[in-house]
């Protein structure tokens, strides 16, 4: 198993850009989320899906959209970007949203809004 | 929204030393979780922990889930290089997998 796969790994955009962080899990987990991690913050929710065709906000949804039409995608868009949305992205997966399921997490996306 | 306070946010210690870090929140929590991040890596989970003052060690490491599940620490005996990089305190608080996380404790050691 690939695990929890993330694409690109490097992103720079101008303001405005949109683009999709894609997110990718072979291991059918039916909860996948989306966080950011800025610096001296941790790690913060953005939006989470317990299932395809089913999202949920997090803490921090403000300026990203999701979707998830298949159990293994689940991509982040950003329609306008900002340089408040320059951060390392996460996405994790897990097999069901009891807190005895493990999330695994993917390598990340770091972005660069200039 | 809920938080969690996470303390030291920096650690630089000599090889073989013990370490301890700690994270308290405002709120109860039903479960709580350490994860390790290695640099230009995504959080790896270290020890999970339900049940209020429950002890619970993964080789060097041992974790306590606070009496008042308002709290959390994480001990690491004889600290080697490879323990470097950041660690995060994470709370659950029921069925639903959303985490908050700590702020992160970055060690530093040295050899």
């Known amino acids: 198993n690939a695990g929890v796969t993330q694409t690109p790994k490097f992103q720079v955009l101008k303001t405005g850009q949109s683009m999709t962080l894609q997110c990718a899990q072979d291991?059918?987990?039916?909860?996948m989320s989306w966080y950011r991690q800025d610096p001296g913050m941790g790690l913060r929710l953005i939006h989470y899906?317990?299932?395809?065709?089913?999202?949920d906000q997090g803490e921090v949804p403000n300026g990203y959209n999701v979707s998830r039409s298949t159990t293994e995608d689940f991509p982040l868009r950003l329609l306008s970007a900002a340089p408040s949305q320059t951060s390392v992205y996460f996405c994790?997966?897990?097999?069901?949203?009891?807190?005895?399921?493990?999330?695994?997490f993917g390598p990340g996306t770091r972005l660069t809004v200039l | 929204g809920q938080q969690l306070n996470q303390s030291p946010q920096s650690m630089f210690i000599q090889e073989g030393e013990d370490v301890s870090m700690n994270c308290t929140s405002s709120?109860?929590?039903?479960?709580w979780l350490w994860y390790k991040q290695d640099p230009g890596e995504g959080p790896v989970l270290l020890i999970a922990?339900?049940?209020?003052?429950e002890l619970t060690s993964n080789g060097r490491l041992t974790a306590q889930f606070g009496i008042t599940r308002k709290d959390s620490f994480l001990n690491i005996s004889a600290s080697i290089p490879s323990d470097v990089g950041i660690y995060f305190c994470?709370?659950?608080?029921?069925?639903?997998?959303?985490?908050?996380f700590g702020q992160g404790t970055e060690l530093s050691v040295k050899p």
């Open positions: 994790a997966s897990s097999y069901g949203t009891s807190v005895y399921n493990e999330q695994f």
């Open positions: 291991m059918n987990h039916e909860y």
């Open positions: 899906s317990v299932g395809a065709g089913i999202t």
């Open positions: 709120s109860i929590f039903n479960t």
């Open positions: 922990l339900y049940k209020a003052g």
């Open positions: 994470a709370g659950l608080y029921n069925q639903g997998g959303k985490l908050i």
